[in-house]
């Protein structure tokens, strides 16, 4: 046997391994895919080792995708387990790498250019993020997040975008290497990063009274951000609902439902709460997460589906036009992106409090959202 054909006897024997688990794989949200380009990206430019850390991560994820590619076509039928061969596993591989070298090449020349931008407003919003974050000393590119109305801010020669507004109202940065990798970094209104620390229980709280004004001041102008006419996230009222928060949750998250054990059947009129339901599938948790979530977004009536869903296990139909129920849910995503929501519930109030978890009871939720 040669070393090839022990390569990929060795590929097969572990997607065949991975066929047999219930759950295979992470699926990565686009954006994901284009952060780890971009970070790739930076560090080919810096140095150039023949096969980097970054690299190394990127081939990693190319194979998780082959992974979930190969699984998602046997359980549509399209496909047999018996005819995966290594040639099919390994001109997957090829096709995936190839095409996101290519964006691999455009983002290096990107990140060694300057004043890049992708139309008026990233112009305009170069000079707001010169003068609010003086560490910014150089502008490579600034362009569009996709499906959002949200601005990428790549500076300083580095991969690692800064988010913002087109406005220039609030900055974060991505904690990691990917939008799952934890509360993303926040920056205050002097340009300076706000300083968090991991407790115990793996919560992530302001170190100091000063960050936590900065971090209460930076999530509050992230709440009056979001575009509710352009997200259309599922509104629940309460009376005159004066009170606004916004929960990410996963239709196949089990706290998610305990949440709403209180939000859904306790509340009444007289607490006035706006409740806004933003769709943040796990799915390396729930694989058929997104898919009920896209499907819930494309209901006639999105609001009766989620709680239909939600209080009695009803399914919402299937949705007919995929793709308009995929930019739907990207939508969502984007704000949890924003904000780093890597687990569900989490809830964000209006005036800038972020609560992961359960509250143990009504009280307890109407207390922690003053």
Known sequence: MTKNDSI??????????????????????????????????????????????????????????????????????????????????LKLRDTMRQAIGTTIKENAIKMTSENVFADEASKALADIVRKNVPSVQKINEIRPLPQSTYFLVFANDNGVPIITNKTGDFYVTVNGSDFNSGLNNLINKNGKPVELIERENGEVVPKTEESLKDALATYQAIVKSIDLDFVKPITHKYGNGEKQVFVFTDPDCPFCKKLDKILLTELTDKDNIT??????????????????????????????????????????????????????????????????????????????????????????FLESIK
């Open 8 to 89: 990929m006897k060795k590929i097969t024997l572990l997607i065949m391994s991975a066929l047999a688990l219930a759950a295979c794989g992470e699926q990565k949200h686009p954006v994901q895919i284009a952060q780890a380009s971009a970070s790739v990206a930076s560090a080919s430019v810096a140095s150039a080792p023949s096969v980097s850390k970054e690299e190394a991560e990127l081939n990693k994820e190319i194979d998780k995708a082959v992974l979930a590619s190969i699984k998602e076509q046997i359980e549509a039928g399209k496909l047999k387990k018996e005819d995966v061969t290594p040639e099919m596993i």
């Open 275 to 364: 409740i806004h339901y933003i769709m943040n599938p796990l799915d390396v948790l729930h694989p058929m997460a997104s898919k009920k979530a896209a499907d819930i977004l494309c209901a006639a009536d999105p609001h009766a589906a989620w709680l239909a869903w939600q209080k009695d296990g009803v399914v919402a139909p299937e949705a007919k036009d995929v793709q308009e129920c995929k930019v739907k849910l990207e939508r969502h995503q984007v704000i949890g992106d924003l904000i780093g929501v890597f687990a569900t519930p989490t809830i964000l109030t209006d005036n800038g409090k972020l609560i992961q978890g359960v509250p143990q009871d009504k009280r307890t």
